[in-house]
C-alpha cells in the first residue's frame, strides 16, 4: 500500500491514560492496566492490535502501519527517537493553513480552557519545533 | 462457573427490603413485580444478593463491555435516522426518567435510587419546577423582575447582541462564590442555567434543548402582553400566558414524538398496534411508575447511534469527544458556543433543498470508542472498562429487571403472531447461537470463556440483546420486536395516559385552539406551530426568527 504522508494524525488514541499505562506495562514490566490481560511487549502488529483493544485504549493503527519496531530506552543511552521524515514534512504543509491541535486532555489542566489558536504560521513553526523537541527527548516523564 | 466474590451477605444493602432491593419510587417492571427466577440472573443467582454473582457478572460484563465498546472505523451509517434523532431520543428519554443515583453506584446501606421525575413527556426537564423553582432558567420579564416567562439564552461568543444571536443556552461565571471555577475571580461559564443539566451534557443536546426554549419564546412573544395592571391581574395574566406558551411547546414535542421519532424507530407492524385510537396494550391497566425494563434497558439504544465525527457548525470531522468538551461543566471557559460551533440544523435533519445530514450509526451491540475518552465515563472500578457500554450493562443487571428470557415468554403469550415472525423470538435454540457466535468471536479480547459465552447467550444483559435484536431483524435501521415493543409500550403508553389537558384525538391545531380558549378566551396564535417533525420544527423557527439566511447558518 503506497504511503499517505498527508495522514500523520490518524493514529490517535481516545483514552490517553489507558495508552500510556499500557506503555509503562511495557516498559517497566509491572501491570499498570490491571483488568486481567496480559501485557507483554508485543512481537507482532497483530499482537500489538489485541493489546490496544484489550486495554481499552480506543487507538487504532491505520493501514498504512504494516511493521512493528519496538525500541528498550536505556537511561545511560541517548535514544534519538527519530520521527518519520515525510510525516514531519507533512505536518510542516499542514501547519502552514491549519492550527496545532493539542489532544483535549490538556484543557482539563487548564479548567476547561481551550488553547490559545496561535496567530500565524510563523507562531505555528515555533510551537511545532518546541513540540518535537519537547516529546523526543522528555522520556516519558 | 460462578466466581468467588469478596466475603459477606448481600453487596447492596443487606436485608431485603433495602438498598436497591427495596422500593424504587418512580420505577416499576413491565408485567407487574417480577418473581425471582423471572428477574436476570448470573447462573441462577441474583447478582444484587451474592457476592459471588456480582464477582462473576463483572468478569463478564468488563469482556461483554470491550467488546461492545470499541466500534471499528467505518460502521454504516442508517439512512433511515439523521444523526439529529439521536439527540431527541435523549431528551426524550431524559423527560421520562432521572435516575437519583446510578444503580451501578449505588453501594451502601440505603442509597435510595428513585426516579425524580413525575409524569413523563410533559417536558419538565426543559421547565423544571417552572420560573417558581428554576428561576436561574429564566429571564425577568422587566427591570423590577416581578414575573419570569422567557428562557433564559446566551449571545454565541463575539455576538453583537441582536434578537437572533442567542443561539445557545444560558450559562453563566460565578465568581466569589465557593468552588468557582478558576479560582475565587474566575471568569469561566462553568454554570449552565437550565433546569435538567443532563441536557449540557453535549453540545448537540444542549443546542437541541435550545430549539425548544427558542420555540417557547416565539410562542410566547406571539400572545398579547400583559401590560400594565393591578398586582393580582398581572401575575394571572403573565401565569396563563406562561402556561399556554409552555403546553404548546409540549403539544409539539409531543406530536414530534409521535409522527417523526417513534415511526422511525419501531418496527412497522409494532408500531401499527399502539398507533390508532385503540392501542392494543401489554398492559392495559399498568401500575405507577416508569418501566425499568425500558428506562435501563430498551431505551439504551441511542448509545449505539453515536457517530465518532461529525459535520458541524463549521467543522468537517469534529469528534464526539469534542462535542462532549463543549459545555459547561468539561469546557467552561470554552462557552458560550463560538459562531464556529452553532449547530446547523439542516446537518442534522432532512431539510428540503439542503445536502444530506450527519447520519447516525445502524443499531447495533457496538459502542463509538469515542465513549471511552478521557475522563467521560472512568472505570467504577480499577480495571473495568471505561466507557458507557460497561455502565449500561451493570446498572441494567443491577436493577432486579426482568430477564429477556421472562420478557419473552410474555410477548409469546400475548402475541403470539409477533412472536412468531420474530426469527429471536420465535426459536430460541437459533437465539442462543446467534448470540453464542457473537459473543465468542473475540475471546482474546474479551477473556470470555466458553462458560461465560453460554450463560450470556442464555441470559443477555436487556441493553445488549436490544441492539443484537435491532441489528439481526431489521438491520440496524430500526429497533427488532422486542426492542419496538417495550418502546411502543412506554412511549405511547405516556403519550395517551398522562395527557395534557388540551389534548384530544384531533390533531393538533384543534389542540392548540382548546388551549388558547381555555386560558385566553379568544385570543390565538397568528401562526400556530403546526409542526409534525423535526424539520418542520427547525423550518418554523426559522421563519419566526428570521434565520433562513443568519450568519452564522441556523439551516
Given at each position: 500500500m503506497a504511503l499517505n504522508p498527508t495522514e500523520p494524525v490518524d493514529m490517535t488514541p481516545i483514552?490517553?491514560?489507558?495508552?500510556?499505562?499500557?506503555?509503562?506495562?511495557?516498559?517497566?514490566?509491572?501491570?499498570?492496566?490491571?483488568?486481567?490481560?496480559?501485557?507483554?511487549?508485543?512481537?507482532?502488529?497483530?499482537?500489538?492490535?489485541?493489546?490496544?483493544?484489550?486495554?481499552?485504549?480506543?487507538?487504532?493503527?491505520?493501514?498504512?502501519?504494516?511493521?512493528?519496531?519496538?525500541?528498550?530506552?536505556?537511561?545511560?543511552?541517548?535514544?534519538?527517537?527519530?520521527p518519520p521524515p515525510d510525516l514531519v514534512k507533512a505536518s510542516e504543509k499542514r501547519l502552514a493553513t491549519e492550527d496545532y491541535a493539542l489532544p483535549a486532555f490538556y484543557n482539563e489542566h487548564y479548567d476547561g480552557a481551550s488553547p490559545t489558536p496561535l496567530p500565524d504560521k510563523e507562531a505555528r513553526m515555533k510551537f511545532h519545533a518546541q513540540r518535537i523537541g519537547d516529546y523526543s527527548i522528555a522520556n516519558c516523564q | 462457573m460462578t466466581d468467588r466474590g469478596s466475603q459477606g451477605a448481600c453487596p447492596f444493602g443487606g436485608a431485603a427490603a433495602s438498598g436497591i432491593l427495596g422500593p424504587l419510587p418512580g420505577f416499576r417492571h413491565v408485567f407487574g413485580p417480577p418473581a425471582a427466577a423471572e428477574r436476570f440472573q448470573v447462573d441462577g443467582q441474583d447478582p444484587r444478593t451474592s457476592p459471588a454473582a456480582l464477582a462473576t457478572l463483572r468478569r463478564r460484563l468488563r469482556g461483554l463491555a470491550t467488546l461492545m465498546g470499541t466500534r471499528p472505523p467505518g460502521a454504516p451509517e442508517n439512512p433511515n435516522l439523521p444523526s439529529g434523532y439521536t439527540y431527541l431520543a435523549q431528551f426524550a428519554a431524559h423527560d421520562m426518567v432521572s435516575t437519583s443515583m446510578a444503580f451501578w453506584s449505588a453501594g451502601g446501606p440505603d442509597p435510595g435510587v428513585a426516579n425524580a421525575l413525575g409524569a413523563p413527556l410533559r417536558l419538565r426537564t426543559l421547565y423544571g419546577g417552572g420560573p417558581g423553582a428554576c428561576p436561574f432558567a429564566f429571564a425577568p420579564d422587566d427591570a423590577r423582575?416581578?414575573?419570569?416567562?422567557?428562557?433564559?439564552?446566551?449571545?454565541?461568543?463575539?455576538?453583537?447582541?441582536?434578537?437572533?444571536c442567542f443561539r445557545d443556552i444560558a450559562r453563566a461565571?460565578?465568581?466569589?462564590?465557593?468552588?468557582?471555577?478558576?479560582?475565587?475571580?474566575?471568569?469561566?461559564?462553568?454554570?449552565?442555567?437550565?433546569?435538567?443539566?443532563?441536557?449540557?451534557?453535549?453540545?448537540?443536546?444542549?443546542?437541541?434543548?435550545?430549539?425548544?426554549?427558542?420555540?417557547?419564546?416565539?410562542?410566547?412573544?406571539?400572545?398579547?402582553?400583559?401590560?400594565?395592571?393591578?398586582?393580582?391581574?398581572?401575575?394571572e395574566r403573565t401565569a396563563a400566558r406562561f402556561a399556554v406558551a409552555r403546553e404548546a411547546t409540549t403539544l409539539v414535542f409531543r406530536n414530534v414524538l409521535r409522527h417523526d421519532l417513534l415511526p422511525r424507530l419501531l418496527d412497522p407492524k409494532v408500531r401499527a398496534l399502539y398507533d390508532n385510537p385503540a392501542p392494543?396494550?401489554?398492559?392495559?391497566?399498568?401500575?405507577?411508575?416508569?418501566?425499568?425494563?425500558?428506562?435501563?434497558?430498551?431505551?439504551?439504544?441511542?448509545?449505539?447511534?453515536?457517530?465518532?465525527?461529525?459535520?458541524?457548525?463549521?467543522?468537517?470531522?469534529?469528534?464526539?469527544a469534542d462535542l462532549l468538551r463543549q459545555n459547561s461543566t468539561r469546557g467552561p471557559n470554552a462557552v458560550p458556543l463560538t459562531r464556529d460551533w452553532l449547530v446547523r440544523w439542516s446537518q442534522f435533519f432532512q431539510l428540503p433543498g439542503r445536502p444530506a445530514p450527519n447520519l447516525s450509526i445502524k443499531l447495533g451491540p457496538r459502542y463509538t470508542p469515542m465513549l471511552m475518552g478521557d475522563g467521560f465515563f472512568d472505570p467504577i472500578e480499577p480495571g473495568d472498562p471505561a466507557g458507557v457500554a460497561f455502565r449500561d450493562l451493570m446498572s441494567a443487571?443491577?436493577?432486579?429487571?426482568?430477564?429477556?428470557?421472562?420478557?419473552?415468554?410474555?410477548?409469546?403469550?400475548?402475541?403470539?403472531?409477533?412472536?412468531?415472525?420474530?426469527?429471536?423470538?420465535?426459536?430460541?435454540?437459533?437465539?442462543?447461537?446467534?448470540?453464542?457466535?457473537?459473543?465468542?468471536?473475540?475471546?482474546?479480547?474479551?477473556?470470555?470463556?466458553?462458560?461465560?459465552?453460554?450463560?450470556?447467550?442464555?441470559?443477555?444483559?436487556?441493553?445488549?440483546?436490544?441492539?443484537?435484536?435491532?441489528?439481526?431483524?431489521?438491520?440496524?435501521?430500526?429497533?427488532?420486536?422486542?426492542?419496538?415493543?417495550?418502546?411502543?409500550?412506554?412511549?405511547?403508553?405516556?403519550?395517551?395516559?398522562?395527557?395534557?389537558?388540551?389534548?384530544?384525538?384531533?390533531?393538533?391545531?384543534?389542540?392548540?385552539?382548546r388551549l388558547c380558549a381555555a386560558w385566553l378566551g379568544d385570543t390565538r396564535f397568528p401562526d400556530p406551530p403546526l409542526v409534525e417533525d423535526m424539520p418542520g420544527l427547525v423550518g418554523y423557527l426559522a421563519r419566526r426568527l428570521g434565520l433562513e439566511a443568519a450568519d452564522p447558518a441556523f439551516i
Open positions: 483514552n490517553y491514560e489507558n495508552w500510556g499505562k499500557l506503555i509503562k506495562s511495557w516498559a517497566t514490566g509491572d501491570d499498570y492496566v490491571r483488568n486481567g490481560h496480559q501485557y507483554p511487549v508485543p512481537k507482532t502488529l497483530d499482537e500489538v492490535k489485541r493489546q490496544l483493544a484489550a486495554a481499552n485504549t480506543g487507538l487504532t493503527l491505520p493501514a498504512r502501519i504494516q511493521k512493528l519496531q519496538v525500541v528498550v530506552g536505556r537511561s545511560d543511552t541517548l535514544l534519538l527517537r527519530l | 423582575d416581578q414575573n419570569r416567562s422567557r428562557f433564559r439564552l446566551s449571545a454565541f461568543a463575539g455576538a453583537g447582541g441582536d434578537a437572533a461565571a460565578t465568581p466569589g462564590t465557593l468552588g468557582n471555577r478558576g479560582g475565587f475571580s474566575g471568569t469561566g461559564r462553568g454554570e449552565a442555567l437550565i433546569a435538567d443539566s443532563r441536557n449540557d451534557q453535549s453540545l448537540l443536546l444542549s443546542q437541541l434543548s435550545t430549539l425548544f426554549m427558542l420555540l417557547h419564546n416565539v410562542l410566547l412573544d406571539m400572545l398579547p402582553k400583559p401590560g400594565t395592571q393591578a398586582a393580582r391581574s398581572l401575575r392494543e396494550w401489554l398492559e392495559p391497566e399498568p401500575g405507577p411508575g416508569l418501566p425499568l425494563e425500558f428506562s435501563h434497558g430498551a431505551f439504551r439504544f441511542g448509545h449505539a447511534m453515536l457517530r465518532d465525527t461529525y459535520r458541524i457548525g463549521r467543522f468537517t470531522d469534529a469528534t464526539l443487571s443491577l436493577t432486579g429487571m426482568r430477564s429477556v428470557g421472562s420478557l419473552w415468554a410474555h410477548v409469546a403469550a400475548l402475541r403470539p403472531g409477533l412472536a412468531a415472525q420474530s426469527p429471536l423470538l420465535a426459536d430460541p435454540a437459533a437465539r442462543q447461537a446467534a448470540l453464542a457466535e457473537w459473543l465468542g468471536r473475540d475471546s482474546a479480547v474479551s477473556l470470555l470463556t466458553a462458560e461465560d459465552v453460554a450463560a450470556l447467550a442464555a441470559e443477555p444483559p436487556l441493553p445488549f440483546y436490544i441492539l443484537f435484536e435491532a441489528e439481526h431483524e431489521a438491520e440496524g435501521e430500526r429497533l427488532g420486536t422486542l426492542g419496538s415493543l417495550l418502546v411502543a409500550e412506554t412511549v405511547y403508553g405516556a403519550l395517551a395516559r398522562e395527557r395534557l389537558a388540551s389534548e384530544g384525538e384531533d390533531g393538533l391545531g384543534s389542540a392548540l385552539d
